[in-house]
Every structure is written in structure tokens, then in C-alpha cells.
């Protein structure tokens, strides 16, 4: 009996790559549909709906809307990216919404408070995500702390020490300071063009967008780190025995997702115009949604950036169609929710590969 | 295995069985949403101008939260407005997250509608959204943002807070008299609170009163925690005769402090702000000391906001400020008339439905 029913086989067998990808000859017409429902399958979902509402709602057709949806997309993709870093090391980072909404009040003190140009507010903002993700990787690699707890109370320190400096209040232009003066600065024209400008038609957040897919996919599937960062993700002591220096490793990958997730926030910041005391808390669990839709992507079975990037997309394509359709805001979470699941069954159930990402080890 | 089955089924049957005695009535009751205030449209007499002439004119809300009671009540007379003016209107909503909202303005923008609405958010968030809007020809029509800052072509409402303060504190000035000791709870920084402390401060000069304690918190549960702050500032100054709470949550806290120092019960009147049905029977309880407050129908504000911008639309509306005017309720009269909550009050004050306010003969006044 020449044909093997993988699923029968241990895990491991699957895994090694053995069985994963025989002579397409030894496959049942089953499994190879299986196979491509899994590799295809997602990528057939989004494309179906993107016509489905382009189709029927003729306002989701004009660019701008086009482009508006991608610029929504923007900032949960590039968090999403941050996370697909720390979820290919095995990891998780729950502060990255609020390292986010961090890079906000850091923006806007900079500018207001200090009444200092865009180009400052911008190096404050990045080097402030470098120091959060330090202090993850110090509590997670030298102090050893659990992953999912650390980062659990970095997202508190970080949410309630932000507001310390401004009583609690968001900051705008013009506001009155603590002693009673207004304060000094206001927001730059040009600050306000990271999100406000274009680049031909294509706006800047959508830009900065396709540039980190960019760099995330060579970082993740060209590079020595990234398969270093796998390696880690799929067996950490096996990685260590190699010669791998896990702890530095693992280390890179917070940094990395605090400096995207404050990229991420440097846009909102620059959409809201003000210093917003809530932005970015939301932001959390739609960019661990779309890096985990995005392992289902082409059958990847782990994080992967191209999968994070349509992720994204895909759950801003769903709620742009469904306010366009004028359905209440609690249909766009039922709906966010069920792609999460849908793509969770194309990843864990119907794959015949094992998903490399198990999280809260 | 079959003694499983038996009990089994056993289990199942009992559950079905309590199940059913648990229910509330007759299955075939149908429960009516509690927001969804079924309004009467009154016929429209003259002819509707461009471009309200045909159906199907394109509008959207783009609100920054739809989360609430009084949200919900808001969106619920701006559809049903909208619906009688034969528009057909898109919702977008933010949850409450500013950056969202900026992109649902953009979206609503691009998505071709004739009119925008724009309930709550920053100014400095909305205003390039708005002025780009302004300058595609798009009519907007802004509530309770001050938008004029920065995008002074959009038609700016918000509910009158000056009227609210002010109708309180006539009925105060003429229940106390003037050179009384007063208590203030209020904060500071919140745009229409800051608006209503404007008219307190007026009223404090011209009545001679004496401001013996000002406080208040704003929280996530600014009832609870404004309520000990108050207390202690009642037990050091026991001669107030009126305490001013121009906010219900703020007159919430001050009514359950009162109830801490029985020494003061029936010393002490308290006037509030707003009003909802736990408002009304918190108002109405025996020996609440809460006598009077200011009062408006979320309803009645989400449909004249769509009456406005169709106004506006169809080049009528005079200016570009509106405000939507509250009314005087006080408990005497809740009591006399036998009100319960916001239902009844509908039925007793007419005037909650602001019928009068961006009116046009073309259009079809919706009233809850």
C-alpha cells in the first residue's frame, strides 16, 4: 500500500518534513485538496469578500475608500509585525497595545510639553520603544519571568505611568500645564504628515506599512536571526544545545516588536493630533488576531510576514465592507472574531503540518 | 451503559422541565428593545426643496461612541429622522478610539455621501477630516465638538449648556433667596461642565450667595468616588441650604452623601443636571432632597441634529450654531403628575421633543 495516510503518523514524522511533502504521485486526490485548501484557502476567503464588497456596495470600489481601508489596516498590521517576531521566538507580548498608546503621550509631550520640532518627537518616540522592549527582555530573559506575565505588567507600569506626568489628562495644544501656564507648543504641520500626507496617491502609513512587511520578511525568511528566531520557537533547549545564544535571541525579538509597536503609535499619534490618553489599548488583541491568521497563510504554519500583512487587510476589508453595509459595531467584533477562528481551523485543523506556534510556554 | 442512558435522559428531561418553569410568561411575548423609542412622524405640509425632492439623499453619522444607553437613544432618533427625510443613512462607529474615528470620517468621505454627521471626538482629530469634507462640497454638521477652532465652515451644535445651569439656578435663586451658604460640586476640564460653571459663577455674584465648599472627581465611577469628598465637606460646613451638582452622576454622589449626615435630611436642597430613569426615581424617592433639575431627550437631540444638517443641505439653516434647548423639571412636579421614568415624562412634557428647533415646513418632525 504505496499511499500514507499522514495524519496517522506521530507528529514528529509530519513535522521533519518527511511526509509534509512527498512525490505529489504518493497523494491522494483528498489530501492533495486538503493541501490546497490549506495553502490557498485563506488567500480565497479575502479575495472572495474584497469582490463580494466591491461588488455590492459601489462606495467600496472608489481608491480613496480603497486607500482609506488600508490606511486603517496600517497600524494594526505593523503591531501585528512586532508580534510576529516575538510569536516566531515562541513568545508573546500583551504590552504592546499600550507601548502604542506610550509612543502617543511621548509624541505629544515632546511637541507640547517641551515644544520641540516633529523630527524630535519622532526619535523620543523610537527610542522610548527600545527602552520598553529592553525592560521586557530583562524581565523575560534575565529575570526569567514567564513571557505572557511579564509583559502583563509592563502593560499596567506602562498604562498608568504614562498619565503620572499629565495628571491623567490627554494632551492637546493650547492645554493648561499643572502650574497654570498653557502650554508652549502645538503639534507640527509635518508631524501631522505622517499619517495626513501622500505619496503619489499612496498615503504614508500605507507606505510605511509595505516597507516593514518588507523588512520583516527578510529579517524573518532571509536572515540568519530569523531562522534563528524559528529554531528557538520550535525547540529552545534543542536551539541552546546547537550553540544557539537563546537569551540574546529571544531579547532581539521584544526589542524589535516594542520599536515596531511604537512605529505603530508614532501613526496613530500623528492621526489623532492630540495626545489621547486611550490610543492604541485596542490595538492589542486585533495585532495577536492578525499574526496569528497570518501562520494560516500559504500553509506557513508559524508566523510569517506576508501572512500578518493579509491579515490585516483581510479584517480591514471585513469591517470597512460591513460599515459600508451599516451593520452596528457589535456585528464587526462577531465578524473579527470569526475569521480568528476560521483561519485557526485552516492553521491547527485541517493542516496536515503541526503549527509551530504554542503560545504561553 | 444502560443505566447511563437512563440518567441521561433523566437529567435532560428535569433541566427541560425547570428550564421551562424559570420562564418569564408566555413564550409568544415579544420584548420590545428598551432604546428603541417608537416615534410618530408628523406629515411634512410644503414641498421639499433639492435635494431632499427625491429619496435616497446619502448621509452618514460618524460617531466617535455608540456604546450606552443614551448613545443608543441619541442614533435612535437620528434614524428615525433620517428615515422620514427619505435619507439613506450609514453608521460608522468608533468605539470610543479617536484614530479609528479619523479613518471612518476618511471613509465616509470617499464612500460619496451628500452630508456628514459628527457626534463627539477631538477637534484636532476631526478638523482635517471635516475641512477636507467642507471643501468636496459636503455639508457637516458637528455635535458637542468645539469644531470652529480649526474648521470654522462646519455648523457646530451641542445641547444648550447655558440653558441647562441656568433654568436650575432660577428655580434655586427663588427657592433659597439670595445671601445664602452654598455648596459647588463640579470639575473642572470638561467642556460642557466648564460651561455650566460659567453660568454658576454668574448666578453666585448676582445672588450674593457664599460658596462654602467646591468639589468633585471625574472617574470611571466619578458617582462613587466623588460621594466621600462630598461627605466630609458637608460635615465641616453643616449650614449649607443648596448644594449645586451640575452633572447626575455628580448629583448622584451628592444625594448618597447627604444620606451619610441624617442631621442634615431636609436642611439641605439639592439641584442637579440631567435626567434618565434612574434620575427620575432617585428624584421622587420619599425626602430626596434632589428638587430640581435640567432636562433633554437624547432622542430628541439625535433627530434634530439630521434636521439641521438637512437645513444646511438644502441651503436654509440661518447661521452656523445651534444649540438644542433643555427644560425645567422638578420634583413636585414628577410627583404631582405621577412620573415614573422617562416614558411618562415623554408623554407629560411635550417640549423634550424640541419639535421647534431647525424645523422647516418640508420636513417631517419625528416626536418619541
Redesign the interface.
Same mark, same amino acid.
Given at each position: 500500500m504505496p499511499q500514507i495516510e499522514s495524519s496517522l503518523l506521530p507528529a514528529e514524522a509530519v513535522d521533519s518534513g518527511r511526509v509534509v511533502r512527498p512525490e505529489d504521485d504518493t497523494l491522494s486526490t483528498g489530501t492533495r485538496v486538503r493541501d490546497a485548501v490549506v495553502k490557498y484557502g485563506f488567500i480565497a476567503v479575502t479575495v472572495a469578500l474584497f469582490s463580494y464588497f466591491t461588488l455590492s456596495e459601489? @462606495?467600496?470600489r472608489?481608491s480613496?475608500?480603497l486607500?482609506? /481601508?488600508l490606511?486603517?489596516a496600517s497600524?494594526t498590521a505593523i503591531l501585528g509585525l512586532g508580534m510576529t517576531f516575538v510569536m516566531a521566538v515562541g513568545g508573546m507580548d500583551l504590552s504592546i497595545g499600550s507601548t502604542a498608546g506610550l509612543s502617543v503621550q511621548m509624541a505629544a509631550m515632546t511637541m507640547v510639553f517641551y515644544n520641540l520640532n516633529g523630527g524630535a518627537a519622532v526619535a523620543v518616540v523610537l527610542l522610548s520603544g527600545v527602552a520598553v522592549g529592553l525592560l521586557n527582555a530583562v524581565l523575560i530573559v534575565l529575570c526569567k519571568i514567564p513571557d505572557l506575565l511579564a509583559t502583563l505588567g509592563m502593560m499596567f507600569v506602562i498604562q498608568g505611568s504614562k498619565l503620572i506626568p499629565v495628571d491623567g #489628562? @490627554?494632551v492637546? @495644544?493650547g492645554m493648561v500645564l499643572p502650574d497654570g501656564t498653557p502650554a508652549p507648543g502645538k503639534?507640527t504641520e509635518s508631524f %501631522?504628515r505622517i &499619517?495626513?500626507g501622500t505619496l503619489g496617491p499612496v498615503p504614508y502609513p500605507v507606505v510605511i506599512m509595505l516597507v516593514l512587511t518588507t523588512v520583516s520578511w527578510f529579517i524573518l525568511a532571509r536572515t540568519k536571526w530569523g531562522r534563528i528566531f524559528y529554531a528557538i520557537g520550535a525547540n529552545p533547549e534543542a536551539s541552546r544545545l546547537a550553540g544557539v545564544r537563546v537569551g540574546l535571541y529571544r531579547g532581539l525579538a521584544y526589542v524589535l516588536c516594542s520599536v515596531f509597536a511604537s512605529i505603530g503609535g508614532l501613526i %496613530?499619534v500623528s492621526?489623532?493630533? #492630540?495626545g &489621547?490618553v486611550?490610543?492604541g489599548t @485596542?490595538s492589542l488583541l486585533e495585532a495577536v488576531a492578525v499574526a496569528l491568521v497570518g501562520t494560516s497563510v500559504l500553509g506557513m504554519g508559524k508566523p510569517n510576514a506576508w501572512g500578518t500583512l493579509l491579515g490585516a487587510l483581510l479584517i480591514g476589508i471585513v469591517l470597512?465592507g460591513l460599515? /459600508?453595509k451599516?451593520f #452596528?459595531?457589535y456585528y464587526q467584533d462577531t465578524a473579527k472574531g470569526l475569521v480568528l477562528i476560521v483561519a485557526l481551523l485552516f492553521s491547527f485543523t485541517i493542516s496536515r503540518r503541526k503549527v509551530r506556534y504554542t503560545p504561553a510556554t | 451503559m444502560r443505566m447511563k442512558k437512563l440518567i441521561v435522559a433523566g437529567v435532560a428531561a428535569v433541566s427541560a422541565l425547570s428550564l421551562a418553569a424559570c420562564s418569564q410568561g408566555s413564550g409568544a411575548t415579544t420584548v420590545k428593545p428598551k432604546n428603541q423609542e417608537s416615534a410618530s412622524v408628523q406629515a411634512a405640509s410644503g414641498d421639499a426643496p433639492a435635494p431632499f425632492d427625491q429619496p435616497g439623499v446619502r448621509v452618514a453619522i460618524v460617531q466617535n461612541s455608540g456604546q450606552g444607553d443614551y448613545f443608543q437613544q441619541y442614533l435612535n432618533g437620528t434614524k428615525q429622522q433620517a428615515a422620514a427625510l427619505g435619507i439613506d443613512l450609514s453608521v460608522y462607529d468608533a468605539q470610543g478610539d479617536n484614530a479609528t474615528q479619523a479613518t471612518q470620517l476618511d471613509q465616509a468621505i470617499s464612500s460619496g455621501v451628500q452630508g456628514i454627521i459628527v457626534r463627539h471626538g477631538f477637534p484636532d482629530t476631526l478638523c482635517p477630516g471635516v475641512n477636507k469634507a467642507i471643501d468636496q462640497g459636503i455639508k457637516v454638521v458637528i455635535y458637542d465638538v468645539e469644531i470652529q477652532k480649526c474648521a470654522p465652515d462646519a455648523v457646530q451644535t451641542q445641547q444648550s449648556d447655558n440653558k441647562m445651569a441656568s433654568l436650575v439656578l432660577d428655580k434655586m435663586a427663588e427657592d433659597i433667596g439670595t445671601g445664602k451658604p452654598v455648596g459647588y460640586v463640579n470639575v473642572a476640564g470638561i467642556a460642557p461642565l466648564d460651561r455650566r460653571d460659567v453660568v454658576w459663577q454668574e448666578y453666585l455674584g448676582e445672588n450674593d450667595w457664599t460658596q462654602k465648599f467646591k468639589t468633585g472627581k471625574f472617574t470611571n465611577s466619578t458617582a462613587t468616588d466623588t460621594a466621600p469628598m462630598v461627605d466630609s465637606v458637608l460635615k465641616s460646613n453643616p449650614d449649607v441650604v443648596a448644594v449645586y451638582a451640575p452633572y447626575d452622576e455628580l448629583t448622584k454622589a451628592t444625594l448618597s452623601a447627604l444620606k451619610q449626615n441624617p442631621s442634615l435630611q431636609g436642611k439641605v436642597k439639592v439641584y442637579g443636571a440631567d435626567i434618565s430613569t434612574a434620575d427620575i426615581e432617585l428624584m421622587t424617592n420619599p425626602d430626596s432632597p434632589w428638587v430640581a433639575t435640567g432636562a433633554t431627550d437624547p432622542n430628541a437631540i439625535g433627530a434634530a441634529v439630521v434636521r439641521t444638517l438637512a437645513l444646511h443641505m438644502a441651503g436654509e439653516l440661518d447661521g452656523l450654531n445651534v444649540e438644542f434647548p433643555p427644560i425645567l423639571v422638578t420634583q413636585d412636579f414628577l410627583r404631582s403628575e405621577g412620573i415614573k421614568n422617562m416614558d411618562d415624562l415623554r408623554a407629560a412634557e411635550p417640549a423634550l421633543n424640541i419639535a421647534d428647533v431647525s424645523s422647516a415646513d418640508w420636513i417631517p418632525n419625528v416626536t418619541f
Amino acid at each position: 500500500m504505496p499511499q500514507i495516510e499522514s495524519s496517522l503518523l506521530p507528529a514528529e514524522a509530519v513535522d521533519s518534513g518527511r511526509v509534509v511533502r512527498p512525490e505529489d504521485d504518493t497523494l491522494s486526490t483528498g489530501t492533495r485538496v486538503r493541501d490546497a485548501v490549506v495553502k490557498y484557502g485563506f488567500i480565497a476567503v479575502t479575495v472572495a469578500l474584497f469582490s463580494y464588497f466591491t461588488l455590492s456596495e459601489p @462606495s467600496f470600489r472608489t481608491s480613496g475608500a480603497l486607500f482609506s /481601508m488600508l490606511k486603517f489596516a496600517s497600524v494594526t498590521a505593523i503591531l501585528g509585525l512586532g508580534m510576529t517576531f516575538v510569536m516566531a521566538v515562541g513568545g508573546m507580548d500583551l504590552s504592546i497595545g499600550s507601548t502604542a498608546g506610550l509612543s502617543v503621550q511621548m509624541a505629544a509631550m515632546t511637541m507640547v510639553f517641551y515644544n520641540l520640532n516633529g523630527g524630535a518627537a519622532v526619535a523620543v518616540v523610537l527610542l522610548s520603544g527600545v527602552a520598553v522592549g529592553l525592560l521586557n527582555a530583562v524581565l523575560i530573559v534575565l529575570c526569567k519571568i514567564p513571557d505572557l506575565l511579564a509583559t502583563l505588567g509592563m502593560m499596567f507600569v506602562i498604562q498608568g505611568s504614562k498619565l503620572i506626568p499629565v495628571d491623567g #489628562q @490627554s494632551v492637546a @495644544s493650547g492645554m493648561v500645564l499643572p502650574d497654570g501656564t498653557p502650554a508652549p507648543g502645538k503639534f507640527t504641520e509635518s508631524f %501631522l504628515r505622517i &499619517d495626513g500626507g501622500t505619496l503619489g496617491p499612496v498615503p504614508y502609513p500605507v507606505v510605511i506599512m509595505l516597507v516593514l512587511t518588507t523588512v520583516s520578511w527578510f529579517i524573518l525568511a532571509r536572515t540568519k536571526w530569523g531562522r534563528i528566531f524559528y529554531a528557538i520557537g520550535a525547540n529552545p533547549e534543542a536551539s541552546r544545545l546547537a550553540g544557539v545564544r537563546v537569551g540574546l535571541y529571544r531579547g532581539l525579538a521584544y526589542v524589535l516588536c516594542s520599536v515596531f509597536a511604537s512605529i505603530g503609535g508614532l501613526i %496613530l499619534v500623528s492621526r489623532i493630533g #492630540q495626545g &489621547d490618553v486611550n490610543a492604541g489599548t @485596542s490595538s492589542l488583541l486585533e495585532a495577536v488576531a492578525v499574526a496569528l491568521v497570518g501562520t494560516s497563510v500559504l500553509g506557513m504554519g508559524k508566523p510569517n510576514a506576508w501572512g500578518t500583512l493579509l491579515g490585516a487587510l483581510l479584517i480591514g476589508i471585513v469591517l470597512t465592507g460591513l460599515t /459600508m453595509k451599516g451593520f #452596528q459595531y457589535y456585528y464587526q467584533d462577531t465578524a473579527k472574531g470569526l475569521v480568528l477562528i476560521v483561519a485557526l481551523l485552516f492553521s491547527f485543523t485541517i493542516s496536515r503540518r503541526k503549527v509551530r506556534y504554542t503560545p504561553a510556554t | 451503559m444502560r443505566m447511563k442512558k437512563l440518567i441521561v435522559a433523566g437529567v435532560a428531561a428535569v433541566s427541560a422541565l425547570s428550564l421551562a418553569a424559570c420562564s418569564q410568561g408566555s413564550g409568544a411575548t415579544t420584548v420590545k428593545p428598551k432604546n428603541q423609542e417608537s416615534a410618530s412622524v408628523q406629515a411634512a405640509s410644503g414641498d421639499a426643496p433639492a435635494p431632499f425632492d427625491q429619496p435616497g439623499v446619502r448621509v452618514a453619522i460618524v460617531q466617535n461612541s455608540g456604546q450606552g444607553d443614551y448613545f443608543q437613544q441619541y442614533l435612535n432618533g437620528t434614524k428615525q429622522q433620517a428615515a422620514a427625510l427619505g435619507i439613506d443613512l450609514s453608521v460608522y462607529d468608533a468605539q470610543g478610539d479617536n484614530a479609528t474615528q479619523a479613518t471612518q470620517l476618511d471613509q465616509a468621505i470617499s464612500s460619496g455621501v451628500q452630508g456628514i454627521i459628527v457626534r463627539h471626538g477631538f477637534p484636532d482629530t476631526l478638523c482635517p477630516g471635516v475641512n477636507k469634507a467642507i471643501d468636496q462640497g459636503i455639508k457637516v454638521v458637528i455635535y458637542d465638538v468645539e469644531i470652529q477652532k480649526c474648521a470654522p465652515d462646519a455648523v457646530q451644535t451641542q445641547q444648550s449648556d447655558n440653558k441647562m445651569a441656568s433654568l436650575v439656578l432660577d428655580k434655586m435663586a427663588e427657592d433659597i433667596g439670595t445671601g445664602k451658604p452654598v455648596g459647588y460640586v463640579n470639575v473642572a476640564g470638561i467642556a460642557p461642565l466648564d460651561r455650566r460653571d460659567v453660568v454658576w459663577q454668574e448666578y453666585l455674584g448676582e445672588n450674593d450667595w457664599t460658596q462654602k465648599f467646591k468639589t468633585g472627581k471625574f472617574t470611571n465611577s466619578t458617582a462613587t468616588d466623588t460621594a466621600p469628598m462630598v461627605d466630609s465637606v458637608l460635615k465641616s460646613n453643616p449650614d449649607v441650604v443648596a448644594v449645586y451638582a451640575p452633572y447626575d452622576e455628580l448629583t448622584k454622589a451628592t444625594l448618597s452623601a447627604l444620606k451619610q449626615n441624617p442631621s442634615l435630611q431636609g436642611k439641605v436642597k439639592v439641584y442637579g443636571a440631567d435626567i434618565s430613569t434612574a434620575d427620575i426615581e432617585l428624584m421622587t424617592n420619599p425626602d430626596s432632597p434632589w428638587v430640581a433639575t435640567g432636562a433633554t431627550d437624547p432622542n430628541a437631540i439625535g433627530a434634530a441634529v439630521v434636521r439641521t444638517l438637512a437645513l444646511h443641505m438644502a441651503g436654509e439653516l440661518d447661521g452656523l450654531n445651534v444649540e438644542f434647548p433643555p427644560i425645567l423639571v422638578t420634583q413636585d412636579f414628577l410627583r404631582s403628575e405621577g412620573i415614573k421614568n422617562m416614558d411618562d415624562l415623554r408623554a407629560a412634557e411635550p417640549a423634550l421633543n424640541i419639535a421647534d428647533v431647525s424645523s422647516a415646513d418640508w420636513i417631517p418632525n419625528v416626536t418619541f
